[in-house]
């Protein structure tokens, strides 16, 4: 055999070599299998399963061999979706007053991120992330308040009325300092009637460029048509746009033209439900002009959580009971909320992306749901998280479905 | 003299007439559910009427007129408001703001259990008892510090029964008793100065006690020497703290039910750690059960095994107690046991207005222990609507209020 030859043959061994390690088959350590797939990033509507390798999304096609997994979850009965994104939440329990843990009104309602909307400014953060983010299960993220001390009060005298908390240059550095974790600034409950602290958080925005969240009281002087045609730029968010307190609708009931222009030039109306700010008589009639919302979000805190009960799917229910179709829901707390945050890595079933999967169940029959005027609309379908996988792990599962039954397990605690 | 008492007697007489006329003002009226009030022994279809905070009529036909709001219970089960004898909402590493997890199981009253020390009392009193709606009480840890993780929680040093005392004096109505947990220290200095605070003060001891081999401790010492009637062991169906059935015979340990009958209790205490179903199946199968319902409350408890109240009594009904025998345990017992009957934990006419209503639920349901192990059952417990201090504060089911097309262009309705 000639030395060419030689090396020819050696090449084509390598090559059969890693063929093998390539081909050799992967153990799944979890397969999701035969659920309703709705993974709206990827037009992926139907019947798929999904292997999980560490905390990746390994491989999602139809038909995936069992035998190749550690564990197998039959998910056929469910829709299964990318782990929902709050856009608007509050979780800075050791912080401002308001807020809630994050773990178990997240994960329980198939919420794998969930974006505390300013909370903490950038005097108290580093407390919210060593108290919080940093030990809690669920991807909690943050809009920086423009007031250092955060949501400490909007009354007579309330540190969210002072302007001088709101330093743009030491919200910027905190920004900087956590871009993996602060996705962008909040501003809110601002009293006074100037355009101070909208300035001052779209300033603050725009040096991080990060994203602007505005929560907005409309004064004499200072009205919500300004705001959203003048003073927020294309990509901040108005949050609340169903509130009472927001001129959307005109006496007739019909969507104002300054919000279909402000939706033209690029501004996004986030829901941020909470206690005061969704109201069937407002939203109702929204929706039936088509006026939909480019985000779902709870507002989720101690009072919201009470009888308008806003957890992610509850309020996704909501808008699922009044005129939106489950795949228009399900697109605004997924890949359109990671949109918004300019976060691609989050929103989606990715091959290769990391497994954060939510597991709903769409329940029929007759339910009722509270807005935050406490009156109900009566609805015949709802959603429930039934198992929610965080990076890989299954963290909620609420009928058992990858447990074992106690008595085929044979001894275990400390029975022999 | 003879006119005066004469004249007495008619103003009563006059008032008892009133009586029927003023209480018709309800703020609310719950009409037509299974009312199960175990400590009036009443298990029938009812209404229960609500005015100023306080229950005011428990009948058969009360009339609705001028009532505020009316709650049709119709096929629900009504009951107090639950009393969770072992929480955790402050201090704890895992201890979660009350609210959205209890008053969503029907749970209107829930007891810290060692959360807060006499040195971080106050803190607790600020931060969580005077914010949440649910009625937060303490179990305070003689630990000064309380529930902070070790080496503070084994620091016998800072088990002072006279200032831990003393701190309960200065809130008679909040600190409901004396909690120990965790100390893995030798001998019995925790429990002997938990014992001690409960004798200056008045109050129970609720013993959470890992037994160790080589603490020098020992269960039955614990439960027959250590601990006074009245005093409560929690984690019964835990097999790492006190083994109430016996690993070797899978029987309840003899000293167990000799403990039981001088008076000390047995809280379940269900917890993420502490509710095995080997454990629960076979204590259940000699008639051994918790006295006291409660949840060991916090973050891991809740995701895991899920375990509120609603979720522990449907776990007791599969274990063979029936729903008033599990209403009881988790309302009148656990009142008496801190003292707090008749106040809460009845139906009583002056009782607190905390109401829980639920539906019993059928379907196939997964029940999961501390092993993440699971038990299905064919029906639950399913909280829809808890009113505390008079207010609804959970209604799953919109039975409190109207629908929204009714209601104009409301701001709060009524």
Redesign the interface.
Known sequence: MSGFLKVFRGLGLLALALTAVAEQPVIYDLLLKGGQVVDLKNDRNGRFDIAIVGDRIHRVAKNLPAARAKKVVDVSDYLVTPGLIDLHAHYD?TGA?LS??P???S??NGVTTAVDAGTSGWKGFEKFKTNTIDRAQTRVLALLNIVGAGMYGSGEGGPENDVNQMDVDAAVTMVAKYPETIVGIKTAHYQPSDWEAVDRAVKAAELSNTVLMVDFHPKPGRSYEDLILKHMKPGNIHTHFYG?LTPQLDENKRVQDYMWKARQRGILFDVGHGSGSF???IAVPAIKQGFLPDTISTDIH?SS???P?ATLTNVMSKFLNIGMTLEQVIERTTVNTAKSIRRRDLGHLDEGGIADIAVLELERGRF????S??????GDRRLTAVLTVRAGSI???????A?????N?G?????? | MRSRAHFGNRLLIILLVAAPVAAQEYDLLIQGGRVIDPANEIDAVMDVAVADGKIVRVAKGVTPDGAKKVVDASGAVVTPGLIDLHAHVYGYSGS??P???A?YAGTTTVVDCGGAGWRTFEEFKETVID?A?TRVLSFINIVGLGMIGEPYESDVADMDSEKTAAKMAEHPDLIVGIKTAHFSGEGWPAIDASVKAGELSGKPVIIDDKIFSNTGRHSREKLLDKMRPGDMHTHTFN??QV?IVS?FT?QVQPYVWEARKRGVLFDLGHGGGSF????ATRAAAEGFYPDTISTDLH?SS??GP?SDMANCITKMMSLGMDLPDAIRRSTVAPAKAISKFPELGTLSEGSAADIAVFRIEEGV?????A??????VGKRLAPILTVRAGA????????S????QE?G?????P
Do not use: C
């Open positions: 329990v007053g809630l843990n773990d178990h009104n994960l329980r009472r109201w069937f008589r101690k959580i009470m009888l009960h009722a749901f509270l807005d005027g406490r009156a109900k609309h009566i963290v909620w599962d609420l009928k058992g479905l447990a074992e039954e106690f008595s397990v001894p275990y605690s400390n029975f022999k | 979660i703001f609210d959205d997890t008053l914010v709606r097999d790492r083994e690993r899978g095995m179903w080997p454990v973050q809740i995701m899920k349901f997964a029940l999961m222990d092993w993440k192990k699971k038990r299905l609804v504060v959970v209604d799953r089911e919109g039975l209020v109207p629908e929204w209601a262009d409301y701001v709060r309705v």
